[in-house]
């Protein structure tokens, strides 16, 4: 919880019951995706009294400031948006790999990759942003089933 009052802080954000309580949530899971559904039931299981409704809000309001990353992904046959605390800094800049069956996530250590990114994009009179970059794969594990 300390660690999610210091995080709404830096991002002069009221700590309020809703964000402490979605905060902590993601930061016990670490990188691991979760659906906002999956968040709701987490909440609900450990007492709290959040609507499914309130859980899609705060998420909105912690993904607007950067807390909270958030993207779609391929869910076995579906494609649902799934939620994960946020990355900081230079640590938001590396890319990672993620597997699309388990959502399990891998950073991985290309140094050169968004500067090439960046350039392609002004090569095409696009605007380069610092969003993450994740590349979506099938990992050995559930290539197998």
Known sequence: MNKALTLLKSKGL??????????????????????????FMRVSSEG????????????????????????????????RLLFSLGRVGSERAR???????CNRSMDIQ???LRPELNRLAEEMSLQPDD??????????????K
Do not use: H
């Open 48 to 79: 709290g009294s959040l609507s499914l409704a309130s859980v899609y809000r705060v998420l909105k309001e912690l993904s607007i400031s950067g807390l909270v990353d958030r993207g779609w992904y391929k869910e076995g046959q579906e494609i």
């Open 131 to 144: 969003r993450p970059i994740v590349i979506q794969v099938t990992c050995p594990n559930c290539a197998g």
């Open 95 to 101: 890319p990672e790999i993620v597997c699309v069956m």
């Open 110 to 112: 290309l140094p050169d």
């Open 14 to 39: 009221r700590a309020t019951v809703a964000r402490l309580q979605l905060l902590s949530i993601l930061e016990e899971t670490g990188r691991a995706r979760m659906t906002a559904e999956n968040i």
